[in-house]
Nanobody, 114 residues
Framework: QVQLVESGGGLVQPGGSLRLSCAAS????????MGWYRQAPGKQRELVAV??????RTYADSVKGRFTISRVNAYNMYLQMNRLKPEDTAVYYC?????????WGKGTLVTVSS
């Protein structure tokens, strides 16, 4: 089992920045891809960015050039979000893939509003 805990969400004005953190614990050995997903009210959960154990990164088109995903080790991952827009408002979830099983955190709310 892998436990994931997100932190760093909050209220920010348009154009501002936030940094989300994800801490993994439990059976962290063998975690391959980790990523961030988000779900806005009334919408489906969508991919924001993922990073493999080898450091390869994939971003959603909507966040390219504004968000940066990073991974310090097998159990700490971050999402630096710059130039935030109101449409970035959502609950952001941390995800980890291990042995073919997807694990999810409970999410952290990001609200972009003036």
């Amino acid at each position: 089992q892998v436990q994931l805990v997100e932190s760093g969400g909050g209220l920010v004005q348009p154009g501002g920045s936030l940094r989300l953190s994800c801490a993994a614990s439990g059976s962290i050995f063998g975690i391959n891809t980790m990523g961030w997903y988000r779900q806005a009210p009334g919408k489906q959960r969508e991919l924001v960015a993922v990073i493999t154990s080898g450091g390869s990164r994939t971003y959603a088109d909507s966040v390219k050039g504004r968000f940066t995903i990073s991974r310090v080790n097998a159990y700490n991952m971050y999402l630096q979000m710059n130039r935030l827009k109101p449409e970035d408002t959502a609950v952001y979830y941390c995800n980890a893939l291990r042995a073919g099983i997807n694990y999810w955190g409970k999410g952290t709310l990001v609200t972009v509003s003036s």
